[in-house]
């Protein structure tokens, strides 16, 4: 297997803004799983809220700083299906009248991965193994949440899954792990109360398995549940601890 020496964390903007120690977490279990790791620091949004808006040549702007951005790297890692998904399937719509650009966005699209499937497809990587474990420390029951993006774009199920069970968790399914959480990028602000309903059934729905933590890949469904649960403790209520897959693995074999 070819393992390049350096990958380049493409870090997406809600992680940067909003959640940093989902972005630390990511980098220590590359390096865990034998990485060294490049944070290029020029880099910004990849265009996706843009592109979904309809600014079609706002997002062609900032797909072209990414594709710049990153061109040295062999291989980009983002903790993010969804900004993978946008750089995988649609960098390359964006750039139909022009041949040289389509080209290097198929090329940028050939070597990102979504965090889970990076270790799994790409650097073969078996947590307890590295650490010279025959079992893991702890186990910890979760419940896994499939992305809109990473799930139906990306066709990313078992990787998440596979890393979990690795690590120590009990996966406790919910009965429609693949139902969307509201989130959807603007569609929350733009249709609240239909967005808060869909995170409320979500919730309800992971409740229902009894399990300890709710965990997902994709840090706009993070920040979209993380949110009503907020609201519903300030309110007097309980809700799950809801932690990013990075968080989950980093804290699983240290």
């Not at 390049?4 to 940093?20: E, R, Y």
Request: a negative charge.
């Amino acid at each position: 297997m070819n393992r390049p020496k350096h990958v380049a964390l493409c870090v997406t903007c809600i992680v940067d803004q909003l959640m940093p120690e989902v972005g630390v977490a990511t980098v220590k279990v590359l390096r865990r799983a034998g990485y060294q790791v490049d944070f290029p620091a020029e880099q910004t949004c990849c265009g996706q809220p843009f592109y979904n808006s309809g600014f079609r040549g706002q997002a062609a702007s900032l797909a072209k700083r990414t594709i710049d951005i990153f061109e040295p790297y062999e291989a980009v890692v983002l903790p993010s299906g969804s900004c993978t998904g946008m750089i995988r399937a649609e960098y390359v719509h964006l750039f139909d009248d022009s041949p040289e650009w389509q080209e290097k966005a198929q090329k940028m699209a050939a070597k990102t991965f979504e965090l889970s499937e990076f270790l799994v497809q790409q650097a073969g990587w078996d947590p307890q193994e590295a650490r010279g474990l025959a079992k893991p420390n702890s186990t910890k029951s979760i419940t896994y949440h499939d992305s809109c993006h990473m799930n139906r774009i990306l066709g990313l199920q078992e990787e998440p899954r596979q890393l979990l069970n690795a690590v120590g968790c009990s996966l406790c399914e919910m009965e429609e792990s693949e139902r969307c959480c509201g989130f959807g990028g603007l569609f929350s602000l733009r249709m609240p109360e239909v967005s808060t309903a869909m995170t409320a059934e979500k919730l309800r729905q992971a409740a229902q398995t009894e399990a300890d933590t709710v965990v997902t890949a994709d840090p706009g469904c993070l920040m979209q549940m993380r949110q009503l649960t907020a609201d519903s403790s300030q309110a007097g209520g309980t809700g799950p601890d809801i932690k990013h897959l990075a968080s989950i693995l980093e804290e699983m074999t240290r």
